[in-house]
């Protein structure tokens, strides 16, 4: 099998790859469940890949044009909005869609395929921290603190 990459895409089902900048309302499933893929469109069909965000949605429309273009809603659809419109991404990324009746499922299975073959999910699913042990500040220095907090004056 060969690695999922934008022209690979197809073999998986999902449509042809259109610039985000040219979409149209028409062009887009309304109500139906999908899986969406953006794609860098400067590293088109590069090996280790060009998928930059795997994403799901029950309303195809609503993401793209209120969300990742309107930056309505939540936190990962306003990242995403952000990157698209304020750093460049919006003149280089391509979209692919995939319907589905089980977006949630069909989500995971793709990250996890990704994961499987790049080692890594697509740079937009990564979170940003990475999780690491917090350190802790040894009890006197604690104590050390809350006296110093205490005794401050409230203005």
Same mark, same amino acid.
């Given at each position: 099998?060969?690695?999922?990459?934008?022209?690979?895409?197809?073999?998986?089902?999902?449509?042809?790859?259109?610039?985000?900048?040219?979409?149209?309302?028409? +062009?887009?499933?309304?109500? #139906?469940? /999908?899986?969406?893929? @953006?794609? &860098?469109?400067? $590293?088109?069909?590069?090996?280790? %890949?060009?998928?930059?965000?795997?994403?799901?949605?029950?309303?195809?429309?609503?993401?793209?044009?209120?969300?990742?273009?309107?930056?309505?809603? +939540?936190?990962?659809?306003? #990242?995403? /909005?952000?990157?698209? @419109?304020? &750093?460049?991404? $919006?003149?280089?990324?391509?979209? %692919?869609?995939?319907?589905?009746?089980?977006?949630?499922?069909?989500?995971?299975?793709?990250?996890?395929?990704?994961?499987?073959?790049?080692?890594?999910?697509?740079?937009?699913?990564?979170?940003?921290?990475?999780?690491?042990?917090?350190?802790?500040?040894?009890?006197?220095?604690?104590?050390?603190?809350?006296?110093?907090?205490?005794?401050?004056?409230?203005?």
């Amino acid at each position: 099998m060969r690695a999922m990459n934008s022209l690979t895409l197809n073999e998986k089902g999902f449509s042809d790859p259109v610039p985000i900048k040219q979409l149209s309302f028409s +062009g887009l499933p309304y109500n #139906k469940g /999908s899986i969406l893929v @953006l794609a &860098d469109s400067t $590293l088109t069909g590069k090996p280790a %890949s060009d998928v930059i965000y795997i994403g799901r949605t029950k309303k195809p429309t609503k993401r793209i044009f209120a969300g990742y273009l309107g930056g309505v809603g +939540g936190k990962v659809t306003r #990242k995403i /909005s952000g990157r698209l @419109l304020n &750093d460049g991404y $919006l003149e280089k990324v391509t979209l %692919s869609y995939m319907l589905t009746d089980t977006p949630k499922a069909a989500q995971k299975e793709l990250l996890e395929s990704f994961k499987k073959e790049h080692g890594e999910y697509p740079i937009w699913n990564a979170s940003k921290k990475p999780v690491v042990a917090v350190k802790r500040a040894p009890k006197a220095a604690l104590r050390a603190r809350q006296a110093r907090k205490a005794v401050k004056p409230k203005a």
